[in-house]
């Protein structure tokens, strides 16, 4: 069965850091490209990050660019989110997901399994 | 930069078909993928590549895309079809979620 289950959140103060991780099992981790999307209490899907397979690779959602580093230990099947600077616009579920895609002619983009999530609540 | 629209809410009756909308600039030219997400739980994908069905999704869901809008199809609403449903793309090296829909069955 394919899992991944977030874990690392928490409440932190504004200007803090928080390490989220997402534990990956059912699947062959290091073929998968992964990524973080967010959702802010009562608010839609934000994407954050996205890594690649091997992990040389990233993308940024400018919210985040510069604060946050995604990285990802394919002989630990584990995702990682690195949040530094974090502000009261941080706090939301942090959900991991597995991606599928393809940047060629045609291209495409989706995420076809998804973590529970773990919360993170930036307040003092 | 690139940006998906859609409707906040949508009701459909019991049994009914109801049509959620994503409009996009040129989005016809993109792939689209649907979410479906229940409260208090994570997102399912349901859609992707515009009309492909993951493994599990009843045939009541279908997608479709052209022009300057995808549409999600839920044929024949059931009580378990409430949730918000969210269109997503890539677009200029970014994941672009559409604000989501959130359906009523009635």
């Known amino acids: 069965e394919v899992q991944l289950v977030e874990s690392g959140g928490g409440l932190v103060q504004p200007g803090g850091s928080l390490r989220l991780s997402c534990a990956v099992s059912?699947?062959?981790?290091?073929?998968?490209?992964m990524n973080w999307v967010r959702q802010a209490p009562g608010k839609g899907l934000e994407w954050v990050s996205t890594?690649?397979?091997?992990?040389?690779?990233?993308y940024y959602a400018d919210s985040v660019k510069g604060r946050f580093l995604i990285s990802r230990d394919n002989s630990d099947n584990t995702l990682l989110l690195q949040m530094d600077s974090l502000s009261a616009e941080d706090t939301a579920v942090y959900y991991c997901a597995r991606v599928e895609l393809w940047f060629g002619e045609n291209y495409f983009y989706f995420m076809d399994v998804w973590g529970k999530g773990t919360t993170v609540t930036v307040s003092s | 930069s690139y940006e998906l629209t859609q409707p906040l809410s949508v009701s459909v009756a019991l049994g009914q078909t109801a049509k959620l909308t994503c409009a996009g600039d040129?989005?016809?030219?993109?792939?689209v993928c649907w979410y479906q997400q229940k409260s208090g739980q994570a997102p399912v994908l349901i859609i992707y590549?515009?009309?492909n069905r993951p493994s599990g999704i009843p045939e009541r869901f279908s997608g479709s895309n052209s022009g300057n809008t995808a549409t999600l199809t839920i044929s024949r609403g059931q009580l378990g079809d409430e949730g918000d449903y969210y269109c997503q793309v890539w677009a200029s090296d970014s994941v672009i979620f559409g604000g989501g829909t959130k359906l009523t069955v009635l």
């Open positions: 590549r515009d009309n």
């Open positions: 890594i690649s397979d091997r992990g040389d690779t990233t």
């Open positions: 040129n989005i016809g030219t993109k792939n």
């Open positions: 059912g699947f062959t981790f290091s073929n998968s490209a």
